[in-house]
């Protein structure tokens, strides 16, 4: 199902009264955002294994691939998709302030870091396996009235159209680094995002073939 367009004026960040992320304060917990994945990870991995009992998920093992490899257990020579998991539990704030020409509001808004997108374009270009990047958000009660997780994917064909149709650039954006970027002496955290709108993506995990 495709997320409904997001009405104008219901969701004003300037008068909520519980801001994901009012002042920015240069603090990006890296090992918390990784954390919160992993245990997405094996939500999905579960999820998936449970309601396609001829599929089998599974952490990858595969540098530069998406989080989870999905493989048919009668035809195992080759995945039939890959699974990229980005947890978000803040949004992008400033996005009308410093990228206005993208037209997204903040409580639509969800970043991907661009060399994923970039990467994982090229994984599908080889193997012309299908690949999705799913984005569970915590926290964004605007959109989120019970307060449990959401899901949202998209084919990583149609992120990168929205990419290349984006001749401006629009939706780029690098910012500072800040504290908890660098983990041991190394730089992990992303810096250079590019940013799409929950109206682009469909609500929930992906659905898979499992005729396989």
């Known amino acids: 199902m495709i997320y409904k367009k997001l009405a104008p004026n219901i969701y004003e960040c300037s008068s909520c009264p519980t801001r994901c992320d009012g002042i920015s304060k240069g603090i990006y917990d890296f090992e918390k955002d990784v954390s919160f994945s992993e245990a997405i990870e094996d939500k999905i991995i579960r999820e998936i294994n449970y309601a396609y009992p001829s599929l089998f998920a599974f952490k990858t093992k595969r540098e530069g691939y ?41 409580s639509e808004t969800l970043a991907l870091n661009l060399s994923d997108l970039e990467r994982y374009f090229k994984v599908h270009q080889n193997e012309k396996t299908p690949t999705f990047i799913l984005w569970c958000l915590k926290n964004r009660k605007c959109i989120n009235t019970e307060n449990t997780d959401l899901y949202f994917h998209q084919n990583i064909i149609e992120l990168e159209k929205i990419r290349l149709n984006d001749v401006t650039n629009s939706r780029k954006f690098k910012r500072a680094t800040g504290f908890g970027d660098v983990v041991d002496g190394i730089h992990k955290g992303v810096l250079v995002n590019y940013h799409f709108s929950i109206n682009e993506l469909i609500e929930g995990i992906p659905v898979l073939n499992s005729a396989h």
């Not at 947890?87 to 509001?105: C, D, H, W």
């Open 66 to 106: 998406p989080d989870i490899e999905i493989i048919s257990k009668t035809s195992v020579n080759k995945p039939i998709a890959y699974i990229e998991i980005k947890v978000q539990s803040r949004t992008f704030m400033s996005v009308e302030k410093f990228l206005p020409n993208s037209n997204l509001q903040p």
